[in-house]
Nanobody
Framework: QVQLVESGGKLVQAGGSLNLSCAAS????????MGWFRQAPGKEREFVAA????????YYGNSVKGRFTISRDNAKNTVYLQMNDLKPEDTAVYYC????????????????????WGQGTQVTVSS
């Protein structure tokens, strides 16, 4: 069983930056593909970014492409989401998730592909 704990969310002004972290425990982190999703009030959960267990590629949702960067440090059992040029529409609860499927290049973009989820961290962007 993998436990995921997100941190780093806070209130920030538009145009600012945040770096979210997701610490994993209870499993072999280096064997899990990781992803970030977000959910704004009244909206469905949305895919943000994903990285395979190898770290060999990254994949992003269209709304964050060019502004957000996902990365992982397998030695620290942590995945990160660097968010730049934040906009009010980025306001949401951000969740990290882990899955154990696929090969070294596999990225999951759908919720059903993920087996483990964190509790979320709130990001609020003021205009």
């Amino acid at each position: 069983q993998v436990q995921l704990v997100e941190s780093g969310g806070k209130l920030v002004q538009a145009g600012g930056s945040l770096n979210l972290s997701c610490a994993a425990s209870g499993g072999t982190f280096s064997s899990y593909g990781m992803g970030w999703f977000r959910q704004a009030p009244g909206k469905e959960r949305e895919f943000v970014a994903a990285i395979p267990w190898s770290g060999g590629r990254t994949y992003y949702g269209n709304s964050v492409k060019g502004r957000f960067t996902i990365s992982r440090d397998n030695a620290k059992n942590t995945v990160y989401l660097q968010m730049n040029d934040l906009k009010p529409e980025d306001t949401a609860v951000y969740y990290c998730a882990a899955h154990g499927r696929g090969g070294r290049w596999y990225v999951g973009t759908q919720e059903f592909e993920y087996d483990y989820w964190g509790q979320g961290t709130q990001v609020t962007v003021s205009s």
